[in-house]
């Protein structure tokens, strides 16, 4: 009797568990697809917007005018992002791709952040009692950042029966670590329109 009661609820959680994978479907896409499923802020947009973003910066006088006055390339901090939206947004990965950009477009270095040094320096703090001299890093010779990067995500969301028109706009700042001048200021923006079919403007 107890065995057949055992197996009876083993069927039963067998069937809620088949029930519930009917009907989905998964299938891998390349990485690089546009896939817009909710019209919120979405991998595409972080992508679009950083790469934009950087090639303003990296394109600007300000770069040159630098190397010229002091015969190198500038370093760059990313600061705070702060995202002012009603929607969560993986800032962190809004960064980390700001900083890929950065660093493989060559025109400008990039220093590691405050929680990144703070484990780099644990590693180096270790070196000095366990690696031999010739290996043992040195304290006192990171690199100290010439311009911080800070910024801001808004939004405008305006919405009608099923219909609804979401607009982002990142705005940025880089600002002189030496004397917090703005040496560059830009934006950029992504406006979608989400309801049934497509929008006919």
């Known amino acids: 009797m107890k065995n057949r ?15 519930g994978c009917a009907g989905k479907e998964v299938s891998r896409v390349a990485v690089e697809e546009q896939i817009d499923l909710s019209g919120e802020w979405n991998d595409i947009d972080s992508q679009q917007v950083s790469a934009a973003l950087t090639s303003q910066i990296t394109g600007s006088p300000w770069v040159e005018d630098f190397r010229a006055e002091n015969g190198k390339k500038p370093y760059l901090i990313i ?7 009603p929607e969560h947004i993986a800032v962190k990965t809004f960064i980390a791709d700001l900083e890929r950009n950065f660093i493989n477009g060559g025109r400008v270095r990039v220093v590691a952040s405050a ?7 644990g590693e180096r703090a270790d070196q000095q009692e366990f690696s031999s001299q010739e290996t043992m890093k040195q304290w006192g010779l990171e690199k100290g950042a010439d311009y911080m990067f800070i910024g801001e995500i808004n939004a405008v969301f305006d919405q009608e029966g099923g219909a609804q028109v979401k607009y982002y706009q990142v705005d940025c700042y880089l600002v002189d670590l030496q004397d917090n001048t703005k040496v560059w200021a830009g934006f950029e923006k992504i406006k979608k329109f989400v309801g049934k079919g497509k929008y006919k403007g």
């Open 5 to 19: 009661k055992l197996l009876s609820v083993m069927m039963l959680a067998a069937l809620v568990l088949l029930n």
């Open 79 to 85: 600061g705070t992002v702060r995202n002012k939206t």
């Open 115 to 121: 929680e990144e040094r703070d484990e780099i320096r």
